[in-house]
């Protein structure tokens, strides 16, 4: 458990629980914390409010399930740094399954409809190459991607 004083907060509509435990399960070092729901002897406005806290490897969280007055935009996204080929294709089929949506240069939407950017740590290697034509190459390739292939980005790196 975090003892933070921030967390970014991420609204939802509904259905708070069930990404919190979903989100939890991806990552190691993850856990619900506390959830609170606010009832009938809550003020009007507060009813059926939940406020769920949680980290996502070791990350501060919190979720507010308020109702359908927020729509999510990409301004604000969880990005998630993988190791291997493997962890971003896991991260990447768990995220876009059931209603989930790729989008682009290692971009998604989950089901929630909250932004996630799945990024390898090899894709910032590479782009920080100290040739500017082996980094051109990269981010021309990446740009055609939507799940970040490491393998692919390696040989747009070593072509040039």
């Known amino acids: 458990m975090t003892t933070s004083h921030v967390r970014t907060c991420i609204w939802l509509e509904r259905d708070g629980l069930d990404a919190a435990r979903f989100y939890t399960s991806l990552l190691p070092n993850s856990a619900i914390e506390n959830d609170a729901q606010f009832d009938d002897m809550q003020p009007d406005a507060l009813a059926g409010v939940l406020v769920i806290e949680l980290t996502l490897a070791g990350t501060p969280f919190q979720i507010l399930q308020a109702g359908p007055h927020q729509d999510h935009t990409d301004m604000m996204s969880i990005a998630v740094?993988?190791?291997?080929?493997?962890?971003?294709?896991?991260?990447?089929?768990?995220?876009t399954a059931d209603g989930g949506k790729e989008v682009q240069c290692g971009w998604l939407k989950d089901r929630f409809g909250v932004a996630w950017q799945i990024v390898?740590?090899?894709?910032?290697?590479?782009?920080?190459?100290?040739d500017p034509a082996k980094a051109k190459a990269v981010t021309e390739a990446m740009l055609q991607m939507t799940k970040i292939d490491i393998a692919a980005l390696e040989a747009a790196h070593e072509a040039v």
């Open 81 to 95: 740094t993988t190791e291997t080929q493997a962890e971003t294709d896991r991260l990447w089929a768990a995220l």
């Open 120 to 130: 390898p740590r090899r894709l910032n290697e590479l782009l920080a190459s100290s």
